[in-house]
T-cell receptor
């Protein structure tokens, strides 16, 4: 079973920031938070991951609360191509099996 | 170059047939996976191979048999196909023992009629 809870759907206007929340209240100390997305009919695509510090890359920013029980993925300037299902996943560091457990994700619709 | 490539992209076949889906990765990863995405869009892991050895085998009918001839390839063979096998199958790869991301192929849409 997925260890995360996400809203079923969200929308935002093109050019605005998209903030996607995720609850992972049972996360343990050695588990990272990963975000993937799946654009229609494509394979899942890695976005970002983090342990406890906020992270930023060319795609997004990840804000993790101090207690690590929740996080927010931020797409700073959403475009129509960011319309996708976004998955928040927790995974143990150095887990050799790399067993990603996908929940139902958040369907983000970016409006023109 | 495509990092993880699957063939075929679409596969339509009749019940009872045997079919294979091929997967190749050129990333030098030592771990490969098969995931199944059903009509309700849930993604579930089926198998994982590390250095050609099976390390994850979820509750999957034994009609499904993965085969890894080398680290760069993980093929999925399905015997006696059933209607319920219709789904999109994704291959993925990653480097074991790290927190690096997994790379997914573009999927194979299998339709059993």
């Amino acid at each position: 079973d997925a260890k995360t809870t996400q809203p079923t759907s969200m929308d935002c206007a093109e050019g605005r920031a998209a903030n996607l929340p995720c609850n992972h209240s049972t996360i343990s100390g050695n588990e990272y938070v990963y975000w993937y997305r799946q654009i229609h009919s494509q394979g899942p695509q890695y976005i970002i991951h983090g342990l406890k510090n906020n992270e930023t890359n060319e795609m997004a920013s990840l804000i993790i609360t101090e207690d690590r029980k929740s996080s927010t993925l931020i797409l700073p300037h959403a475009t129509l191509r960011d319309t996708a299902v976004y998955y928040c996943i927790v995974r143990a560091i150095m887990d050799s099996s790399y067993k990603l457990i996908f929940g139902s994700g958040t369907r983000l619709l970016v409006r023109p | 170059d495509t990092a993880v490539s699957q063939t075929p992209k679409y596969l339509v076949t009749q019940m009872g047939n045997d079919k294979s889906i091929k997967c190749e990765q050129n990333l030098g990863h030592d771990t490969m996976y098969w995931y199944k995405q059903d009509s309700k869009k849930f993604l579930k892991i089926m198998f994982s191979y590390n250095n050609k050895e099976l390390i994850i085998n979820e509750t999957v009918p034994n009609r499904f048999s993965p085969k890894s001839p080398d680290k760069a390839h993980l093929n999925l063979h399905i015997n006696s196909l059933e209607l319920g096998d219709s789904a999109v199958y994704f291959c993925a790869s990653s480097q074991a023992g790290t927190f690096a991301e997994a790379f997914f192929g573009q999927g194979t849409r299998l339709t059993v009629v």
